[in-house]
């Protein structure tokens, strides 16, 4: 009888990694063939910003949506309780 169960799991996950094997390919050759090429122009504008362009673009990003870093404070006593939470699953 585990013969028959390894042998229904074996083929079942087998047939599952060729349908998936399958799919990517498709996928693939769809990309290949029907995907968007990309200009050069394109792709230049966005590699000549420097580190501190990219900063300055984010921050007015930031600004005019009106959105702000959370800062995120973690209790004191982090490891006492981090033990007390581990315990619990150790019941």
Same mark, same amino acid.
């Given at each position: +009888?585990?013969?028959?169960?390894? +042998? ?9 990694? !060729? ?7 498709? +996928?693939?050759? +769809?990309?290949?063939?029907?995907? /968007? /090429? ?5 792709? @230049? ?5 420097? @580190?501190?362009?990219?900063?300055? !673009? ?10 702000? !870093? !959370? ?7 982090? /490891?006492?309780?981090? /033990? ?8």
């Amino acid at each position: +009888m585990n013969e028959l169960g390894i +042998m229904l799991t074996a083929s079942g996950m087998g047939g599952v990694f !060729v349908v998936l094997s399958i799919l990517a390919f498709v +996928m693939w050759a +769809m990309g290949r063939f029907f995907g /968007k /090429k990309a200009t050069s122009e394109e792709s @230049d504008n966005f590699s000549s910003l420097t @580190d501190l362009e990219v900063l300055a !673009v984010t921050a007015a990003i930031l600004q005019y949506e009106g959105t702000s !870093v !959370v800062e995120v404070h973690g209790p004191e006593n982090w /490891k006492r309780l981090a /033990k007390i939470y581990a315990g619990r699953w150790l019941e």
